[in-house]
T-cell receptor
Framework: GEKVEQHESTLSVREGDSAVINCTYT??????FPWYKQEAGKSLHFVID?????DRKQSQRLIVLLDKKAKRFSLHITATQPEDSAIYFC?????????????FGKGTKLSVKS | EAAVTQSPRNKVTVTGGNVTLSCRQT?????MYWYRQDTGHGLRLIHY???????QIGDVPDGYKATRTTQEDFFLLLELASPSQTSLYFC?????????????FGPGTRLTVL
């Protein structure tokens, strides 16, 4: 089955700098790649996703890049703020039909220091 | 916005005990999921369902049963709880179709098996 590796287990940046979290996946059939955020002591919520028909997507300060050849995708958070501090999970899925199963990475704990 | 609730929020049981975790979603989503979150392992899928009466096996199903009784309700059953099942459990739901890819997570249930 699909395996998703999240390369940074922890990441520390200064407020205002950019943060980059990298993930790789194994299944070439995967075509949907979401990111979820978990603030301390809270549940997860969706932040951004990308599908395999594009290689870049931006939502405000969040940018997701996808390199299908390398089976790699990344989350870039620009102009980081203290409220960006959280655990970020990447995930991968094969879309279509009833296959709605996500495989998550182990998470990256991002600390934004002011 | 999707509403996913879980009960209980905290549970302590003993080895060999019988535990049922409950999840309810009120957005008429087809898909429901049970995950466990453990430090060093991230989020792992236990079971999921795409409708009442349906059950799909996840990635870490051993020791767990699940039942989807209605569109709204999904239960996770631990019939002989073991200390290795001490974890934070999340339920999630998702709509049907590629345009409804986001999973909505409940607040979590912290289970301790002594």
């Amino acid at each position: 089955g699909e395996k998703v590796e999240q390369h940074e287990s922890t990441l520390s940046v200064r407020e205002g700098d950019s943060a980059v979290i990298n993930c790789t996946y194994t299944d070439t059939a995967s075509s949907y790649f979401p990111w979820y955020k978990q603030e301390a002591g809270k549940s997860l919520h969706f932040v951004i996703d990308i599908r395999s028909n594009v290689d870049r997507k931006q939502s405000q300060r969040l940018i997701v890049l996808l390199d299908k050849k390398a089976k790699r995708f990344s989350l870039h958070i620009t102009a980081t703020q203290p409220e960006d501090s959280a655990i970020y999970f990447c995930a991968a899925s094969v879309t279509g039909g009833s296959n709605a199963k996500l495989t998550f990475g182990k998470g990256t704990k991002l600390s934004v220091k002011s | 916005e999707a509403a996913v609730t879980q009960s209980p929020r905290n549970k302590v049981t003993v080895t060999g005990g019988n535990v049922t975790l409950s999840c309810r979603q009120t957005n008429s989503h087809n898909y429901m999921y049970w995950y466990r979150q453990d430090t060093g392992h991230g989020l792992r899928l236990i079971h999921y369902s795409y409708g009442a009466g349906n059950l799909q096996i996840g990635d870490v199903p051993d020791g767990y049963k699940a039942t989807r009784t209605t569109q709204e309700d999904f239960f996770l059953l631990l019939e002989l709880a073991s200390p290795s099942q001490t974890s934070l459990y999340f339920c999630a739901s998702k709509g049907l179709g590629e345009n409804y890819a986001e999973q909505f997570f409940g607040p979590g249930t912290r289970l301790t098996v002594l």
